[in-house]
T-cell receptor, first 112, second 111 residues
Framework: QKEVEQDPGPLSVPEGAIVSLNCTYSNSAFQYFMWYRQYSRKGPELLMYTYSSGNKEDGRFTAQVDKSSKYISLFIRDSQPSDSATYLCAMSASGRDDKIIFGKGTRLHILP | DTAVSQTPKYLVTQMGNDKSIKCEQNLGHDTMYWYKQDSKKFLKIMFSYNNKELIINETVPNRFSPKSPDKAHLNLHINSLELGDSAVYFC??????????FGQGTRLTVV
C-alpha cells in the first residue's frame, strides 16, 4: 500500500459547484497535512495547511483531516474556472527528519 | 524506474563548504524545479527551469546556483554553506499541464 493515495482524475464539474478532493494515507504518524495547487506549466504552490485533525477554512476553501480514518479532504465552494488546476495533497510526520510525502495529484476542470 | 531521482539523500557537511545536489528525471519533462522545505514543513519554490532556461528565480541567496546541463538534469550548487541552509531540498519535474513529480528529497545538515 502506498503511503499516500490520491485519485488522479480528471474531475470535471460545472462552475459554481462544490468540489471535493480527497486523499487517504497509511502512516498514522503523519501530523502535517497540506494541499498544493499547481496551474499548468507552473510549480505547485501551497494552498492550505492543517496540523493534526480538524477543519480549516480560508475563503472558498476548506481543508478537513480525519486522522481516525486516515482521510483528508479539500472542499472548494462556488468553484470558478480559475480553480482549474492540479491539486496535490501532501503530508508529513512531526519529527525533525521527516520529509513531505506527496500524493500524485488530482486534475480538476471547472466548466464555464 | 525512479521518475525523479536526487542524490544524495542525506548530506552532512561543515559550514563554509561548497556542495552540490543532483537531480535527474527520466519522464521527458521540459520543466524542473528546486524546492526547499522549511521548518514548518512548507514547500517553497526556489528555481524553475524550462528546457534548460531559468524561468523562476525566487529570492534566495546567490550562494545557491542551479545548473541545467540538459533538460533531464537540474543540479543545485550551494557555496559557502551556512547553518541556516540546513533543510530538506526537493527536486521536481512537470510537463505542460501534468502534475509535478517530486524526488524523495535531500536532507542537508550543516554543522
Amino acid at each position: 500500500q502506498k503511503e499516500v493515495e490520491q485519485d488522479p482524475g480528471p474531475l470535471s464539474v460545472p462552475e459554481g459547484a462544490i468540489v471535493s478532493l480527497n486523499c487517504t494515507y497509511s502512516n498514522s504518524a503523519f501530523q502535517y497535512f497540506m494541499w498544493y495547487r499547481q496551474y499548468s506549466r507552473k510549480g505547485p504552490e501551497l494552498l492550505m495547511y492543517t496540523y493534526s485533525s480538524g477543519n480549516k477554512e480560508d475563503g472558498r476553501f476548506t481543508a478537513q483531516v480525519d486522522k481516525s480514518s486516515k482521510y483528508i479532504s479539500l472542499f472548494i465552494r462556488d468553484s470558478q474556472p480559475s480553480d482549474s488546476a492540479t491539486y496535490l495533497c501532501a503530508m508529513s510526520a512531526s519529527g525533525r527528519d521527516d520529509k513531505i510525502i506527496f500524493g500524485k495529484g488530482t486534475r480538476l476542470h471547472i466548466l464555464p | 524506474d525512479t521518475a525523479v531521482s536526487q542524490t544524495p539523500k542525506y548530506l552532512v557537511t561543515q559550514m563554509g563548504n561548497d556542495k552540490s545536489i543532483k537531480c535527474e528525471q527520466n519522464l521527458g519533462h521540459d520543466t524542473m524545479y528546486w524546492y526547499k522545505q522549511d521548518s514548518k514543513k512548507f514547500l517553497k519554490i526556489m528555481f524553475s527551469y524550462n528546457n534548460k532556461e531559468l524561468i523562476i528565480n525566487e529570492t534566495v541567496p546567490n550562494r545557491f546556483s542551479p545548473k541545467s546541463p540538459d533538460k533531464a538534469h537540474l543540479n543545485l550548487h550551494i557555496n559557502s554553506l551556512e547553518l541556516g541552509d540546513s533543510a530538506v531540498y526537493f527536486c521536481a519535474s512537470s510537463q505542460w499541464d501534468t502534475e509535478a513529480f517530486f524526488g524523495q528529497g535531500t536532507r542537508l545538515t550543516v554543522v
